[in-house]
C-alpha cells in the first residue's frame, strides 16, 4: 500500500458531483444582498435585468476559457498549475500565496461572516455573535471535509439541493404572488457610469465559478467533463439568478429593491406574510453553508499543490490515502481563515472588509489566468486540446478585458483593507527563496519564457 506522502488524488467525482460543488460555490449569500444595490445604480427595470444577463454572459465566457485550460491541463493545483506551466514557478508560487494567504482564507472568512449576521439574527449570541458563528462554522466544515472527500461531497450534494429549491420557491412566490409592489416615494438615480458600479456587484455574485478548475485532478475523465461541469453549472447558474432577480422586481418594483437592505426578506413579507422573514432567514443560513463547505473543499488543494512547490511546510504537500483529501491542508486554510474573522471582528463590517481584502488580488491573478491562455497555446503547440474556446481569440480577450476592469475598479472602489490584502501579498514574495528546483506541480519550470521551438513537449 503507497504510504500517505506518496498518495494522489484519485478520480472520485462525477459530472453531478462537480457541477453541485460548482453550483454550490457560486450560488451563495450575495443574492440576498447585491440586487439593492444593483438597483440603486441602474435607471430602468430592463437595465436591472440587463446587467444579470450580462453578467451570465460574462461568467459563460470566463468558463469556456477555463473549460479549455482545464481540459488541457487537469490538475487537482487547478489556477495554480495554468500559471505554473504559463509563466514558471515563481509567478505560481506569489498565486499560490495570494491565493491562501488572501483570496481564499478571505473568501471563507467573508462568506463565515455573512452566514453568522444571519444566524444572529434567528438565534442572537450577543454582540460579537457574527464572528463567533463564522469561526463555529469554519471549525466544523472543515472538520467534516477533513474526515473525507465523500463526506464534504455528500454535505455539498445535500445543501446545494436545500438552497436550490429554496430559491425556486422564491422564484415561485415572485411569479404567482398577488401582491404589490409598494410605494416608495424615492427619486430614481440617473443611468450614468454607476452601471460600472452595479456591474461589480452582479460580477460579486456569479464569483466562484472558477474553483470549478481545483476539482480536474479528482473528476471522472476531467479531459472530456470538465467543459460539460462549467457550461452545465453556469447555466444552471445564470437561470437561477435571472429568475430570481425578476421574481424580486415583480414584487417590489425597483423603487421597493433601491429602499430596501434585505429584499428577499422584504418579498416574502409581502408574499407570504411574517413568517416569511423567518423562512429567509433560515434559507440564508443554508446558502451560507453550501457556499462555505464548497470554498473550503476546493481550498484545500491549493494548499497541498503549493508545499509541494516549496521546501517549507512539507506536511501540508501530503495526500491522505484514507480521505482522500488533503487533510493538512484543509487543517491550514481553516488556521488562516480564523485569524481573518479574529481581525474582521474588529471592523464595523466583517463581510465589507473580507471583500475588499480580497478582490484586487483576486482579479490581478485572474487576468493572468486568462492571459495563460493565449501563452500556453503559443508555448505548446502540439499538447492535444480536448476543448478548445469558441470564437479564439476574440472570447479570451474578452475575458481579459472584463478582467482588467474589474481589477482598476476593485481598487478605486474599494477601502483600506484593498491596500491591506496587496500588502499581504507583497510579503509573500521572500517565499520564492524556499522553491524545490525539481519535481512539483509545475514542472516544467522554464524560468524565462522562451520560444515554443526551444520546448520540449510535456507528456505528463
Same mark, same amino acid.
Given at each position: 500500500?503507497?504510504? @500517505?506522502?506518496?498518495?494522489?488524488?484519485?478520480?472520485?467525482?462525477?459530472?453531478?458531483d462537480?457541477?453541485?460543488?460548482?453550483? !454550490?460555490?457560486?450560488?451563495?449569500?450575495?443574492?440576498?444582498?447585491?440586487?439593492?444595490?444593483?438597483? #440603486? +445604480?441602474?435607471?430602468?427595470?430592463?437595465?436591472?435585468?440587463?446587467?444579470?444577463?450580462?453578467?451570465?454572459v460574462?461568467?459563460?465566457?470566463? #468558463?469556456?476559457?477555463y473549460? &479549455?485550460? *482545464?481540459?488541457?491541463?487537469?490538475?487537482?493545483?487547478? &489556477?495554480y498549475?495554468?500559471?505554473?506551466?504559463?509563466?514558471?514557478?515563481?509567478?505560481?508560487?506569489?498565486?499560490?500565496?495570494?491565493?491562501?494567504?488572501?483570496?481564499?482564507?478571505? %473568501?471563507?472568512?467573508?462568506?463565515?461572516?455573512?452566514? !453568522?449576521?444571519?444566524?444572529? %439574527?434567528?438565534?442572537?449570541?450577543?454582540?460579537?455573535?457574527?464572528?463567533?458563528?463564522?469561526?463555529?462554522?469554519?471549525?466544523?466544515?472543515?472538520?467534516?471535509n477533513?474526515?473525507?472527500?465523500? @463526506?464534504?461531497?455528500? =454535505?455539498?450534494?445535500?445543501? /446545494?439541493?436545500?438552497?436550490?429549491?429554496?430559491?425556486?420557491?422564491?422564484?415561485?412566490?415572485?411569479?404567482?404572488?398577488?401582491?404589490?409592489?409598494?410605494?416608495?416615494?424615492?427619486?430614481?438615480?440617473?443611468?450614468?457610469?454607476?452601471?460600472?458600479?452595479?456591474?461589480?456587484?452582479v460580477?460579486l455574485t456569479?464569483?466562484?465559478?472558477?474553483?470549478?478548475?481545483? =476539482?480536474t485532478?479528482?473528476?471522472? +475523465?476531467?479531459?472530456?467533463?470538465?467543459?460539460?461541469?462549467?457550461?452545465?453549472?453556469?447555466?444552471?447558474?445564470?437561470?437561477?439568478?435571472?429568475? %430570481?432577480n425578476?421574481?424580486?422586481?415583480?414584487?417590489l418594483?425597483?423603487?421597493?429593491?433601491?429602499?430596501s437592505?434585505?429584499?428577499?426578506?422584504?418579498?416574502?413579507?409581502?408574499? #407570504?406574510?411574517?413568517?416569511?422573514?423567518?423562512?429567509?432567514?433560515?434559507?440564508?443560513?443554508?446558502?451560507?453553508? *453550501?457556499?462555505? +463547505?464548497?470554498?473550503?473543499?476546493?481550498?484545500?488543494?491549493i494548499?497541498?499543490?503549493?508545499?509541494?512547490?516549496? /521546501?517549507?511546510?512539507?506536511?501540508? !504537500?501530503?495526500?491522505n490515502?484514507?480521505?482522500?483529501n488533503?487533510? +493538512?491542508?484543509?487543517?491550514?486554510?481553516a488556521?488562516?481563515?480564523?485569524?481573518?474573522? #479574529?481581525l474582521?471582528?474588529? /471592523?464595523?463590517?466583517?463581510?465589507?472588509?473580507?471583500?475588499?481584502?480580497?478582490?484586487?488580488?483576486?482579479?490581478?491573478?485572474?487576468?493572468l489566468?486568462?492571459?495563460?491562455?493565449?501563452?500556453?497555446?503559443?508555448?505548446?503547440? $502540439?499538447r492535444?486540446?480536448?476543448y478548445?474556446?469558441p470564437?479564439?481569440?476574440?472570447?479570451p480577450?474578452?475575458?481579459?478585458?472584463?478582467?482588467?476592469?474589474?481589477?482598476?475598479? *476593485?481598487?478605486?472602489?474599494?477601502?483600506?483593507?484593498?491596500?491591506?490584502?496587496?500588502?499581504?501579498?507583497?510579503?509573500?514574495?521572500?517565499? =520564492?527563496?524556499?522553491?524545490?528546483?525539481?519535481?512539483?506541480?509545475?514542472?516544467?519550470?522554464?524560468?524565462?519564457?522562451t520560444?515554443?521551438s526551444? @520546448?520540449?513537449? $510535456?507528456?505528463t
Amino acid at each position: 500500500m503507497p504510504s @500517505q506522502a506518496r498518495a494522489e488524488p484519485q478520480s472520485s467525482l462525477s459530472v453531478f458531483d462537480a457541477v453541485t460543488i460548482m453550483v !454550490g460555490l457560486v450560488l451563495g449569500i450575495g443574492i440576498f444582498r447585491a440586487p439593492s444595490i444593483v438597483a #440603486a +445604480n441602474v435607471g430602468t427595470e430592463f437595465s436591472f435585468i440587463a446587467v444579470w444577463v450580462a453578467g451570465g454572459v460574462i461568467t459563460l465566457v470566463g #468558463a469556456l476559457c477555463y473549460a &479549455e485550460l *482545464s481540459a488541457a491541463h487537469p490538475h487537482a493545483g487547478g &489556477e495554480y498549475h495554468f500559471l505554473s506551466r504559463a509563466y514558471g514557478k515563481r509567478v505560481a508560487m506569489l498565486f499560490g500565496w495570494a491565493r491562501c494567504g488572501v483570496i481564499q482564507a478571505g %473568501a471563507i472568512a467573508g462568506v463565515a461572516f455573512l452566514l !453568522g449576521d444571519y444566524a444572529g %439574527a434567528v438565534f442572537p449570541l450577543g454582540p460579537h455573535g457574527s464572528a463567533l458563528y463564522a469561526a463555529i462554522a469554519i471549525i466544523l466544515l472543515t472538520g467534516v471535509n477533513v474526515i473525507g472527500t465523500v @463526506q464534504g461531497k455528500r =454535505l455539498q450534494v445535500i445543501v /446545494t439541493l436545500i438552497e436550490i429549491v429554496a430559491i425556486v420557491a422564491i422564484i415561485g412566490f415572485g411569479f404567482f404572488s398577488s401582491a404589490e409592489p409598494p410605494a416608495v416615494p424615492r427619486p430614481v438615480a440617473p443611468e450614468t457610469a454607476a452601471l460600472g458600479m452595479a456591474m461589480i456587484f452582479v460580477l460579486l455574485t456569479y464569483g466562484g465559478w472558477n474553483e470549478a478548475a481545483y =476539482l480536474t485532478g479528482e473528476l471522472e +475523465n476531467a479531459p472530456h467533463n470538465i467543459a460539460k461541469v462549467l457550461v452545465l453549472g453556469t447555466a444552471i447558474l445564470v437561470a437561477l439568478y435571472v429568475l %430570481a432577480n425578476m421574481a424580486l422586481l415583480s414584487i417590489l418594483g425597483l423603487e421597493g429593491l433601491r429602499a430596501s437592505d434585505t429584499v428577499v426578506a422584504d418579498m416574502m413579507r409581502l408574499a #407570504a406574510g411574517p413568517s416569511g422573514a423567518m423562512i429567509v432567514s433560515l434559507g440564508i443560513v443554508v446558502a451560507g453553508i *453550501s457556499t462555505l +463547505n464548497a470554498t473550503i473543499f476546493t481550498g484545500g488543494r491549493i494548499y497541498f499543490a503549493m508545499a509541494r512547490d516549496l /521546501t517549507l511546510l512539507p506536511r501540508v !504537500g501530503e495526500w491522505n490515502a484514507r480521505g482522500k483529501n488533503p487533510v +493538512n491542508g484543509l487543517i491550514l486554510q481553516a488556521v488562516l481563515s480564523l485569524v481573518l474573522v #479574529a481581525l474582521g471582528a474588529t /471592523t464595523p463590517d466583517g463581510f465589507k472588509a473580507m471583500v475588499d481584502y480580497t478582490a484586487p488580488v483576486f482579479w490581478g491573478f485572474l487576468l493572468l489566468v486568462g492571459l495563460a491562455l493565449f501563452m500556453l497555446r503559443w508555448r505548446e503547440p $502540439d499538447r492535444p486540446l480536448p476543448y478548445r474556446v469558441p470564437l479564439y481569440p476574440l472570447t479570451p480577450i474578452l475575458f481579459c478585458l472584463t478582467c482588467a476592469y474589474m481589477l482598476h475598479a *476593485s481598487i478605486v472602489y474599494t477601502g483600506m483593507s484593498a491596500l491591506l490584502g496587496l500588502a499581504v501579498l507583497a510579503a509573500g514574495t521572500p517565499l =520564492l527563496l524556499f522553491r524545490r528546483r525539481e519535481g512539483g506541480v509545475g514542472q516544467p519550470d522554464p524560468g524565462l519564457i522562451t520560444p515554443p521551438s526551444n @520546448q520540449k513537449r $510535456d507528456l505528463t
